[in-house]
């Protein structure tokens, strides 16, 4: 079992950043793949990044280039640095966890999920 609590969300203008947090409970954090969704008002719950096991890590084509993904295994926490963001991220995060070696984009494939943090950008 896995408990996941994010933070670090907020309100900030378009061109800001931002970094959330996951704090993973539980055991073998360093085992699972890590991702990080979000879901827009209205909108379906949508894949941002992820972290697999190994160490490789895939982005949606929408954040490439502004949002980094990372993981320290010593302090079971996950990590989204978000640069330049726009109004169009705007959206509650989900930090989840999902047991399976390589990286992952299926939400369907995660079985943990935090509770999520809304991150919101003013144009």
């Known amino acids: 079992q896995v408990q996941l609590v994010e933070s670090g969300g907020g309100l900030v203008q378009a061109g800001g950043s931002l970094r959330l947090s996951c704090a993973a409970s539980?055991?073998?954090?360093?085992?699972?793949?890590m991702g990080w969704f979000r879901q827009a008002p209205g909108k379906e719950r949508e894949f941002v990044a992820a972290s697999g096991s190994g160490g490789s890590t895939y982005y949606a084509n929408s954040v490439k280039g502004r949002f980094t993904i990372s993981r320290d295994n010593a302090k079971n926490t996950l990590y989204l640095q978000m640069n330049s963001l726009k109004p169009e991220d705007t959206a509650v995060y989900y930090c989840?966890?999902?047991?399976?070696?390589?990286?992952?984009?299926?939400?369907?494939?995660?079985?943990?999920w935090g509770q999520g943090t809304q991150v919101t950008v003013s144009s």
């Open positions: 539980g055991r073998s954090f360093s085992t699972y793949t």
């Open positions: 989840a966890a999902a047991a399976v070696s390589g990286v992952v984009t299926s939400r369907w494939t995660y079985n943990y």
